[in-house]
């Protein structure tokens, strides 16, 4: 079984009774009903598609992609530690 790469979109709508039309684009992994957006994970190869499929439509105010892949994972010792 191969793990598909995925990636995570934070999605800020207009009104929150438009979560249920957005949910056909991938999985929701969390909502806030306060600050209206929905936090939902989409496969990495289909991701441009569905951007654009998602910033034509109306209820949908912005649209910020996961900084996850752009984050230094592997950390050097810091100066302090090494002595």
Request: aromatic share 10%; hydrophobic share 30%.
């Amino acid at each position: 079984m191969q793990t598909v790469p995925r990636t995570s979109l934070i999605i800020y709508l207009k009104h929150m009774k438009h979560e249920r039309q957005v949910r056909k684009f991938g999985h929701i992994v969390s909502t806030n009903r306060q600050q209206r957006y929905v936090v939902m994970y989409i496969n990495e190869q289909e991701a441009d598609q569905i951007v654009g499929k998602l910033i034509k439509l109306k209820y949908v105010k912005h649209i910020e992609g996961s900084p996850y892949k752009y984050l230094e994972k592997v950390y050097e010792k810091e100066q302090h530690e090494i002595s």
